[in-house]
């Protein structure tokens, strides 16, 4: 069984909760949260305390960027990496109310990246579209 988020996870969580509500699982040493199947954020340290890392795009990255927020970079292979996630306002961490318009902009961004992925084929799928291409009939 699963081990119950900590508890600045499940305040996270609170805070997001005006997009409906939040889950935290464990992801890669922190936690990502997610509702309805949607990521709209993560907790991570990356060397300065545990910190909320919201989803951004193209369209939100300037409004992140505006407020102050700092983009999620990280060392991989002794470069810097980054994601498309910024640090919340700190003055969003006070309460739901204040992270609302915050949350919204995760919760587009994530519904955006979901659309313009390409929709997965199972395994069986695959396989049997491979073996009708090779008989020379598509099905």
């Known amino acids: 069984m699963a081990s119950p988020p900590n508890e600045f996870a499940q305040y996270c969580c609170d805070l997001l909760s005006t997009v409906g509500p939040c889950v935290a699982r464990r992801m890669f040493g922190g936690y990502g949260i997610s509702t309805a199947g949607l990521t709209l954020a993560v907790l991570a340290d990356l060397g300065a305390g545990e910190k909320l ?8 990255r300037s409004v992140f960027e505006a407020a102050g927020c700092e983009r999620f970079v990280y ?7 980054s994601m498309n996630y910024y640090s919340a306002p700190d003055d969003a961490m006070e309460s739901p109310a204040l992270m609302a318009p915050w949350a919204r902009l995760a919760l587009e961004a994530a519904l955006k990246a979901r659309q313009s992925k390409p929709v997965a084929r ?3 799928a695959a396989k049997a579209a491979s073996k009708a291409k090779t008989r020379g009939t598509v099905g």
Not at 53 to 60: F, G, H, M, P, T
Not at 75 to 81: D, F, I, L, S, T
């Open 53 to 60: 890392w919201l989803k951004a795009d193209e369209a939100s």
């Open 122 to 124: 199972s395994a069986g």
């Open 75 to 81: 060392q991989a292979k002794a470069k810097p990496m």
